[in-house]
């Protein structure tokens, strides 16, 4: 079942276009890794889902409501969930704090501690621990724990892996595809287009605002992508 899609979206800033008729759906479990050069519109592409950025054409829908017009919060209500570049998170709090402040109407603390903890052991032993203090990887553990308390049915995630040492991007990627198996569906933007390919079902190649390529992500080959599809070396 498609939870969240783009049809034919062109979207920018001001009188800067940067999405020109992009298309692009995601359903139950699913995996879409959106890949592209520097500035060719893979964030613009998050925000516009998330409700940050409006189209100036084209169509939003979640779950299978139109939400073109819906502002980020009402999104943010019907399941979508947007961990945006710089993880999101409070630094200033702790750990647990920086979940409470996720927690959906009716949830204890309790129920949110245990379901971020079930996601990331790693975090148990440094609830108390103030989040900004944390190595790079813990902080992204919390923002996508934060996220998982929401109980959403989109997460939009972008560039997870940046600034991390490859065994944590590994133990994330690993995470993300637990959360991926109780039904989430993921819009990955991702710099490491090898790890991309291997980790989605689907790639959307997006090359200076339009999309390039969409389809199985295992057809594709990291060094073609590179070439032919984004441009980088040309
Ligand atoms: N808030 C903004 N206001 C105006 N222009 C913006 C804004 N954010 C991004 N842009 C411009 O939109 C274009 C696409 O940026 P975007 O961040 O979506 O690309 P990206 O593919 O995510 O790139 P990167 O990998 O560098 O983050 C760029 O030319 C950028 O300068």
Redesign the pocket.
Known sequence: MTILALDGVTA???T?T?LRDVSLSVGTGQIVAVL??????????L?TAAGTVVPSAGRVRLDGADATRHPPYRRARRGLCLIP?GRGIFRGLTVEENLRLQIPRGASLGEAVERAVAVFPALRERLKTTAGTLSGGQQQMVALARACVTDPKVLLI??VSMGLAPIVVDEIFAALRGIAATGVAMVL?E?YVGRALEFADTAVL?RK?RVSYEGPSAELDERVVLRDYLGVGE
Do not use: F, I, P
């Open positions: 920018g800033y001001g800067t940067v592209g050069a520097n500035g060719a519109g893979k964030s613009t592409l925000r570049e972008d560039e933007v710099q997006l605002g």
